[in-house]
């Protein structure tokens, strides 16, 4: 919705002084339909060609997201972190060997399936229950596991920055690509000389509208979604990172409520619960 808003007063603002200050708004439209498709078209090509696929792939999912509200909420994380409080408070009650089930196949596992939000998420799951495995093992210590926490989620995050600098490199590849239809409306141009002063004129500024055109494509469309994007795979990152950390914190004898309060305070403000709100939501759940 924002993106939507944002992108509206853009065009209002920069369009609407220009039509208030006597621009004529038919040389732009009339010159849009053949700038845009030799500006978008190149930039796609070269997007494409200078992008593996699982880049473009996470562009598209990313693209996705930054026209959808976040899904990383307190209450989502009051789930997570009243799940983990219950998966550690059987461990502590019964020995980790009794989580074994549950870890195995969280799909039939009364724990999980108590938290729907959390148990639908695959990649979260999954992440909780690979490093509950490696407890449940007793063969790795805290700090062991600590660091292949640490290497993977350097690989996620490697990832999925790897689709936010693709449309950055995109947003900086698009003001060349304007000069480039701009370029080729003056090669036009001085091969119609003879024409009226009025004629050339029309061409002249149909062939300026391509170096607008880049510019305005880079800096109010695609800079700004990489930016977006980059904000919604930080947001992301931070259950990986409440996950880690409450994890270890059981690991060095934490009990669970004090473990999940550490995974508490590493998430961002705007969706933290406070330390009531989270033992009041564990009790009850």
């Not at 307190?74 to 972190?81: N, S, T, Y």
């Not at 409306?185 to 119609?192: F, Q």
């Not at 109010?220 to 880690?244: G, T």
Request: charged share 15%; net charge negative; hydrophobic share 50%.
């Amino acid at each position: 919705m924002f993106v939507i808003i944002g992108w509206v007063i853009v065009l209002a603002c920069i369009f609407g002084v220009f039509i208030a200050h006597g621009g004529n708004i038919g040389v732009i439209l009339k010159a849009l339909p053949f700038e845009m498709a030799t500006i978008f078209g190149a930039a796609i090509g070269a997007f494409i060609a200078g992008n593996m696929m699982p880049v473009l792939k996470g562009v598209g999912r990313g693209l996705g997201r930054c026209f959808k509200g976040s899904h990383y909420t307190k209450e989502r994380f009051m789930d997570l972190l009243a799940l983990l409080y219950d998966i550690l408070q059987k461990a502590r009650k019964e020995g980790l060997m009794a989580i074994e089930g549950d870890v195995e196949n969280p799909e039939a596992s009364p724990l999980f399936q108590k938290y729907p939000t959390i148990a639908s998420d695959h990649h979260t799951v999954e992440f909780i229950t690979d490093y509950l495995r490696l407890m449940v093992s007793g063969n790795l210590n805290a700090h062991e596991i600590e660091a292949i926490m640490d290497a993977e989620l350097e690989t996620h995050h490697a990832e999925e920055h790897a689709a936010v600098a693709a449309l950055a490199r995109l947003a900086g590849a698009l003001p060349a690509f304007g000069i480039v239809a701009a370029v080729l409306g003056v090669v036009n141009t001085m091969g119609s000389v003879g024409q009226p002063p009025a004629v050339l004129g029309g061409m002249i500024g149909s062939a300026l509208v391509g170096t607008f055109l880049g510019i305005l494509l880079a800096y109010a469309f695609a800079e700004p979604l990489a930016s977006l994007l980059e904000q919604k795979v930080e947001e992301a990152s931070k259950e990986f990172q409440c996950i880690k950390t409450t994890l270890l914190a059981s690991m060095q004898g934490y009990a669970p409520m004090t473990a999940i309060e550490f995974g508490r305070k590493v998430l961002f403000s705007t969706a933290r619960p406070t330390f009531g709100e989270l033992e009041q939501h564990v009790k009850k759940k």
